[in-house]
C-alpha cells in the first residue's frame, strides 16, 4: 500500500479531486472520506461543491471546496497551493474533471473541441504539474488519471472526448516512464472506466436529435470511484481495466481494430441514444457549470440507476491479479502432477 513515511495504514491522508462535484468525481470523494481522509475538493459548480463538502463530512472526512475551472492553470495551481496550506502535504491527486459534445464531428465547433481538449486533456496535465511541483520533492505521493476505454478505442459521437483520452493515455505513459527512469517515489497510474450511471448524460452539450445513454454494460460510479481509491493506494501499477465490458473492448481492439470500427460504424449511434428526443435548448456545461449559484445538484448518479450494476467481479480480478495469477499456477502444478501421477506406471522398474 502507497503511505508516506511514518504513517499507518488507518492515517488520514490529504487527497485531491478534481472535478469532485458530481458522478465518478463526487464518488471518489465520498470513498476516500469514508476511511477519514482529508479532500479538496475541485469543480466549477458552487451548488455541487457545496453538496459534496457536506457528504465528504458526514462520510468521516475534512472537506475542502474549492471552485476552479481545470482549463486554467493559474486556477489549478492556486487550488493545490490553497490545499496544502489548509488540509496539509498533498498524498495522492486524482484527474477526473471533464466535459464533451455528443456530436458527430463535423458538427462540432474549433472552440468547442479546443474546450474539451483544454478541460479533459490540458487540465490533467495542469493538476499533474501541480501535483509533482510539490511530490517529487518530497519523494512521495500518487496520481491518479481516471481515464476510459475509450483511450484506447474510439467511437463515434465523441471524438472531442476520445481525442483527449487518447491524449492522456500517451502523455502519462512518458510521464510514467520519466519517473522511473528517476527512480522516484512518486507514482502515476491509470484507471481505465467502462461505461457508467453518471449526470454526465444530463449535462453534456449534445447535437443528436435524441437524448444520449452510455453503452451497456453499465456500472455505477461507485465501482469506479473503488478502483481509483485502490489505485492510489497501489499506483505502481501501470493501469488498471474496470468492468468487463472494458477489458472486452481493448482486447478486441488490439486484436481487430479495423473489424471494430466496421462495428462501431453500424452500432455506435443507435446504442448511444435513447429514444427519448433531446429538447431543443436544452443546455449543457461546456462553458459553463450546470449546477452553478443556486443551480441544480446533480449529484453522483444519472438517470440509468435501474440498469446499472453496482458491482464489477473483473474490477475486483484486476486488483488481484497477482493474487489470481499465483493462484493459476498453483492449480497447474497440481494438475501437471495429477496428470504424472495417473499416467505414469505404478511399478517401480529395478535399478541394474
Same mark, same amino acid.
Not at 53 to 60: C, L
Not at 150 to 166: D, M, N
Not at 206 to 221: E, F
Not at 262 to 287: F, H, I, K, V
Given at each position: 500500500?502507497?503511505? *508516506?513515511?511514518? *504513517?499507518? #495504514? ?8 478534481? $472535478?469532485? #462535484?458530481? $458522478? ?35 462520510? $468521516?472526512?475534512?472537506?475542502?471546496? @474549492? ?35 455528443f456530436a458527430e464531428f ?7 473541441? *479546443? ?32 481515464? #476510459? ?23 502519462? =505513459?512518458?510521464?510514467?516512464? =520519466? @519517473? ?108 459553463r457549470p450546470l449546477d ?9 448518479? $444519472? ?36 496428470? *504424472? ?12
Open positions: 500500500m502507497f503511505l *508516506r513515511p511514518g *504513517r499507518t #495504514s488507518h492515517s488520514p491522508r490529504v487527497v485531491v479531486v478534481t $472535478g469532485a #462535484s458530481g $458522478g465518478v468525481g463526487r464518488a471518489t470523494a465520498r470513498a476516500f472520506a469514508a476511511r477519514g481522509d482529508r479532500v479538496a475538493l475541485v469543480a466549477r459548480g458552487r451548488t455541487g461543491l457545496a453538496a459534496v463538502a457536506a457528504e465528504v463530512r458526514h462520510a $468521516g472526512g475534512t472537506a475542502l471546496p @474549492l471552485e476552479a475551472d481545470v482549463a486554467d492553470p493559474r486556477a489549478v495551481e492556486e487550488a493545490a497551493a490553497r490545499a496544502e496550506r489548509e488540509l496539509g502535504p498533498i498524498d495522492i491527486w486524482v484527474n477526473d474533471a471533464f466535459t464533451t459534445v463535423t458538427d462540432i465547433e474549433p472552440d468547442e473541441f *479546443r474546450r474539451v481538449t483544454e478541460v479533459c486533456y490540458l487540465g490533467y496535465v495542469y493538476g499533474t504539474q501541480a501535483a509533482l511541483r510539490r511530490m517529487l520533492p518530497r519523494g512521495h505521493g500518487a496520481v491518479v488519471q481516471v481515464g #476510459s476505454a475509450l483511450a484506447y478505442r474510439g467511437i463515434p459521437l465523441q471524438s472531442a472526448y476520445c481525442g483527449a483520452k487518447h491524449a492522456i493515455q500517451g502523455w502519462n =505513459e512518458a510521464l510514467r516512464c =520519466e @519517473l522511473l527512469h528517476r527512480r522516484s517515489g512518486v507514482s502515476v497510474t491509470m484507471v481505465q472506466l467502462p461505461a457508467l450511471n453518471t449526470p454526465q448524460f444530463e449535462w453534456s452539450s449534445n447535437r443528436m436529435p435524441r437524448r444520449p445513454q452510455p453503452v451497456p454494460p453499465i456500472y455505477q460510479p461507485e465501482v469506479a470511484a473503488r478502483a481509483v481509491v485502490h489505485a492510489a493506494d497501489h499506483p505502481r501499477r501501470r493501469e488498471y481495466w474496470v468492468g468487463a465490458s472494458t477489458v472486452g473492448t481493448l482486447l478486441a481492439n488490439a486484436v481487430a481494430p479495423g473489424l471494430l470500427d466496421r462495428y462501431l460504424a453500424r452500432t455506435g449511434y443507435a446504442s448511444q441514444m435513447t429514444d427519448e428526443p433531446e429538447p431543443p435548448g436544452a443546455p449543457g456545461n461546456l462553458w452553478g449559484g443556486g443551480g441544480r445538484d446533480f449529484g453522483a448518479h $444519472g438517470r440509468f440507476g435501474e440498469r446499472a450494476a453496482p458491482r464489477a467481479p473483473q474490477a475486483w480480478a484486476s486488483r488481484h491479479h497477482d493474487a489470481l495469477a499465483l493462484t493459476g499456477l498453483a492449480a497447474t502444478a497440481a494438475a501437471v502432477a495429477a496428470a *504424472r501421477h495417473r499416467f505414469l506406471p505404478r511399478h517401480r522398474i529395478p535399478r541394474r
